[in-house]
């Protein structure tokens, strides 16, 4: 791979697709560290794959890469049992895990019962237990929500895993910046919104260095044009208004909350959104355009790029988004033999 002035900086991570087929679940892990990606995020939708045991298989089947939970509903997940799980991945594959947690999609928490009143105490409680319980020290007084008084790990893990939070809106983002280690955007995270959220939780942390991960739609062609068109129907999700806290900080915020009010679906949205509108809220176009792309998201404040494969064929697409990455990455792992 050749490199160029707007080659990425910072790390850049890869999401395994939630519906990929099983069989070619640890296939995609391995070509992922193969190709050199820094890290391989899993997700915990509700119908689809749990995100520990995604992690657990992800970790063992490969020997650099670093693996990130992305994102573990709060509500749905005991603090302190949670904390036993993270607590075995983090001894048996130390300094490999980053763990996101999140209030869960509201949605999906009403369909199983475990949308709480508060979320946002929820969130605090939870987090607040999970570091003092992975650090080795007894489970705080109870809160609300959580209740771990006096539980105590065995055998903590010697390397904490970053507590990173899936949150959006400032108070979400001003929570996360008091007891996370940093936060995680779901897609989509233009930079101005990266800049953004980043101003918001670092308002309650000063001066403390913050984990920021991105996740944003990713497909590389060599017809930039031709990507944009493609990475469309991954976008519709920029058409509910769930999202719209990613959205708040552009300055086409107004005009596109207006479009999606006259379209009859998010698909409607996505297929009919003006082209600059796709360019900004995704990481779609030749390898120098969505280097460029990477770059201004960690420019913005991004630590992490996690870029989500667009389109019918994710291992084609996956050996397609690895183009962009650094020459000096390694194309393989130098440092252990494969599991």
Known sequence: MNTSPSTPRGRVGVMLPRDLPSAQVLPFVR?????????????????????????????????????GIGILPAGARNAAFAAMELATLS??????????????????????DARPASPLTLIEEYTTT???????????????????QDVLLDQPPAHTPPLVLGVRGPKSLAVAGRVADGILLAEPSAPAYVSAALGHARSEAPGRDMEVITYDVALVDDDGEAALEQVRPAL????????????????????????????????????????????????????DQVRAKIAARHDAGATSVVLTPAGPDPLAMLRSLGRV???????????????
């Open 325 to 339: 990455l650094d020459s000096d990455r390694p194309s393989s792992p130098d440092d252990a033999p494969r599991p």
């Open 31 to 67: 070509e992922a560290e193969d190709l050199g990606f820094d890290e391989l995020w899993v997700v915990e939708d509700l119908g689809f794959r749990g995100g520990v045991a995604q992690a657990g298989a992800a970790l063992a089947s490969t020997a650099r890469i670093t693996v």
């Open 130 to 148: 999970l570091r003092t319980l992975l650090r080795g020290d007894p489970g705080p007084a109870p809160g609300r929500y959580v209740h771990a």
């Open 236 to 287: 519709a999700c920029a058409g509910e208004a769930a999202w719209s806290p990613h959205i708040a900080p552009l300055p086409y915020a107004r005009e596109l909350a207006e479009h999606r009010d006259a379209c009859a679906s998010a698909e409607e949205f996505a297929a009919t959104m003006p082209r600059a509108w796709v360019d900004e809220l995704s990481l779609a176009g030749t390898v």
């Open 91 to 112: 001894q048996l594959f130390p300094g490999r895990l980053t763990v996101g947690v999140g209030h869960g999609m509201e949605d999906w928490m009403r369909q199983v």
